[in-house]
T-cell receptor, first 112, second 115 residues
Framework: GDSVTQMEGPVTLSEEAFLTINCTYT??????LFWYVQYPGEGLQLLLK?????DKGSNKGFEATYRKETTSFHLEKGSVQVSDSAVYFCALSGTSYGKLTFGQGTILTVHP | NAGVTQTPKFRILKIGQSMTLQCTQD?????MYWYRQDPGMGLKLIYYSVGAGITDKGEVPNGYNVSRSTTEDFPLRLELAAPSQTSVYFCASSYSGQIPNYGYTFGSGTRLTVV
């Protein structure tokens, strides 16, 4: 079945540091890939998405590129802010009724 | 718009008790989902529905039941609570199963503890 693996966390950075959160996947066919963010006490929000190989999703300074050859969708941001502190989930969607398969989540803490 | 509303936000149950987690959406979305989130784990799909009167099992359905009598409501029922059901439960909805085009809207979650 489909699966998503994220880098082990948590991640702690200083403000303005570079962020990378690794995500790799296993899936049949051609899934769409997503990054979701969860702020404390809230539900998940879509951060960015990519629907085919070599697509780059971007939003709020975050970027991720759909790499089919390495089955990866790593999240990057050039300069993190304290307000980026949250839990980040990588996810994929196959073709079946919109069901999402999630990675385990990565806790990001950014210090001033 | 309220979006997806989940109640209660927190609940403590004793082993063997029953409860219903409520989920309501006001966006006329056809697709609705229940996920659970365990510490250090990703979200796992419990049940989903593609429209009123139609439900199906997800990855971890044991110990749960659902119904979908209206487009707006998708309650999740726990019949005999067990400690393994301690988790955070999220309800989500979407207009279509074509998630890349329509996306999900998540509720803010219900934190359930079974003691």
């Amino acid at each position: 079945g489909d699966s998503v693996t994220q880098m082990e966390g948590p991640v702690t950075l200083s403000e303005e540091a570079f962020l990378t959160i690794n995500c790799t996947y296993t899936a049949t066919g051609y899934p769409s890939l997503f990054w979701y963010v969860q702020y404390p006490g809230e539900g998940l929000q879509l951060l960015l998405k990519a629907t085919k190989a070599d697509d780059k999703g971007s939003n709020k300074g975050f970027e991720a590129t759909y790499r089919k050859e390495t089955t990866s969708f790593h999240l990057e941001k050039g300069s993190v802010q304290v307000s980026d502190s949250a839990v980040y989930f990588c996810a994929l969607s196959g073709t079946s009724y919109g069901k999402l398969t999630f990675g385990q989540g990565t806790i990001l803490t950014v210090h001033p | 718009n309220a979006g997806v509303t989940q109640t209660p936000k927190f609940r403590i149950l004793k082993i063997g008790q029953s409860m219903t987690l409520q989920c309501t959406q006001d966006m006329n979305h056809n697709y609705m989902y229940w996920y659970r989130q365990d510490p250090g784990m990703g979200l796992k799909l419990i049940y989903y529905s593609v429209g009123a009167g139609i439900t199906d099992k997800g990855e971890v359905p044991n110990g749960y039941n659902v119904s979908r009598s209206t487009t707006e409501d998708f309650p999740l029922r726990l019949e005999l609570a067990a400690p393994s059901q301690t988790s955070v439960y999220f309800c989500a909805s979407s207009y279509s199963g074509q998630i890349p085009n329509y996306g999900y809207t998540f509720g803010s979650g219900t934190r359930l503890t079974v003691v």
